[in-house]
């Protein structure tokens, strides 16, 4: 088997493998300003996708530019998902480089989509592949790839504990290779209720002294994890931005979460916004908590909440997930300031970050791998994938990381 790394190694962001020259990973994007895309234009028999986030599946319509139509492969979650993304970034950035499809493509994406369960293995470009519920969001995979004399472990990105709307991965399919996410190789996550609990009392607090909290999350995954602790700890909130959309989807797939009642329970609880005639700015002088897009300031209904509230010191701003270097939310962290709708703006509400993270931290990835002590490892999209395959090695693994560019037989 040979692998050849697009993007994703050495990084986080624009996942693709092409594996055999014939069957591709993953085609997403690394959001910046201007956003990255995979390094070579690839013409793929077939597509598999493994999760619906922008970072694996952002770039994906492009592969049916022109007479292309490889078939692509999914979990239902993931098909819609995708759609979603593809729909909101043609929305924002059609037409210029910063979006590398048309409308066209992504209909066309309708046409070829074949979508897949959890272990029911099918065919694609002459290998044999089985989806692995990953545990990261709901439809989120790992993939094993066979081509007959290898077999493939695309772990993609995974969580090995349970959140409130997936439960942790316990899948560990035979493989003779591993290909590891490594996002979180050098962190130790603090226990998911420690963290539910500190920004349950800090939202209370807030909310006692007569602030407004506004929530910054992303749209898949995190907004509907956000709703359930939300309910979960009975504090009222509203939703807005791409996350109601998302939401809905995932009451439609109820297989595809840990608990579908809880879900109905959390949807309940929380007022969706439609941001008609200046709503939004009427909630944001309410003393409630605003769930809304983006997770990292960039974009979305944020643009509106976080001026409305920025100047008031009994105002919070809870960020509840990782914040990429150069966006609009890593500099508010860093610097207490942030380039917001293309204003830079000062901002004297209360800035606090909590770690909802829907990756395995280094126990997890370690637990996960301890049953591929046989196994080689590949280390892929992390900041620190050398650093990670050293110590892997040092702990007796058959590891290495490669680099985007580079090609690997196995």
């Not at 013409?43 to 049916?64: I, R």
């Not at 992504?106 to 070829?112: L, Y």
């Not at 506004?214 to 509907?224: M, N, S």
């Not at 956000?226 to 791409?242: P, R, T």
Request: hydrophobic share 35%; with cysteine; proline share 5%.
């Amino acid at each position: 088997m040979n692998v050849r790394f697009l993007g994703g190694a050495r990084e986080v962001g624009r996942s693709a493998i092409l594996v055999n020259d014939r069957l591709l990973l993953d085609y997403g994007m690394l959001t910046g300003n201007p956003p990255r895309f995979p390094v070579d234009d690839v013409d793929p028999e077939a597509v598999v996708v493994s999760h619906g986030h922008l970072d694996h599946v952002g770039a994906v319509p492009s592969l049916l530019s022109g007479d292309r139509r490889p078939p692509i492969h999914w979990t239902p979650p993931t098909r819609e998902l995708a759609l979603t993304l593809a729909r909101d970034t043609l929305k924002l950035h059609g037409g210029t480089y910063d979006c590398p499809f048309t409308e066209t493509e992504i209909r066309r994406v309708t046409q070829v989509s074949e979508t897949h369960g959890y272990r029911e293995s099918f065919e694609a470009a002459g290998h044999e592949i089985t989806f692995y519920n990953a545990g990261h969001i709901p439809g989120s995979a790992h993939v094993l790839v066979d081509d007959g004399d290898t077999r493939l472990l695309y772990t993609s990105d995974f969580h090995t504990d349970d959140q409130r709307l997936v439960s942790g991965t316990t899948a560990r399919p035979d493989a003779d290779v591993v290909l590891c996410e490594s996002t979180y190789s050098d962190v130790e996550h603090e226990a998911r209720a420690a963290i539910e609990d500190r920004f349950a009392e800090s939202v209370r607090t807030t909310i006692w002294q007569g602030g407004t909290v506004v929530v910054p999350a992303f749209a898949i995954g995190r907004t509907q994890e956000m709703l359930l602790v939300c309910e979960a700890n009975d504090l009222d909130c509203y939703v807005d931005g791409m996350g109601k959309q998302v939401t809905r989807m995932l009451r439609r797939n109820p297989e595809f979460v840990r608990d579908a009642d809880a879900l109905q329970r959390a949807k309940s609880n929380a007022r969706f916004v439609d941001g008609a005639d200046g709503q939004r700015r009427r909630i944001a002088d309410q003393n409630t908590v605003i769930v809304t897009t983006s997770g990292m300031l960039s974009g979305g209904p944020a643009m509106t909440y976080i001026p409305a509230v920025r100047q008031r010191p009994t105002n919070k701003i809870a960020m509840t997930g990782y914040q990429v270097e150069g966006t609009p939310g890593r500099d508010l962290l860093d610097t207490g300031s942030a380039e917001i709708d293309g204003r830079r703006m000062p901002v004297s509400a209360q800035v606090e970050s909590y770690d909802f993270s829907a990756h395995a931290d280094r126990d997890g990835i370690l637990e996960f791998l301890d049953a591929y002590r046989d196994a080689r490892v590949l280390v892929n999209h992390g900041d620190r994938c050398e650093a990670f395959a050293e110590e892997l090695r040092a702990d007796g693994f058959e590891a290495t990381a490669p680099a985007v560019g580079d090609e690997a037989g196995i």
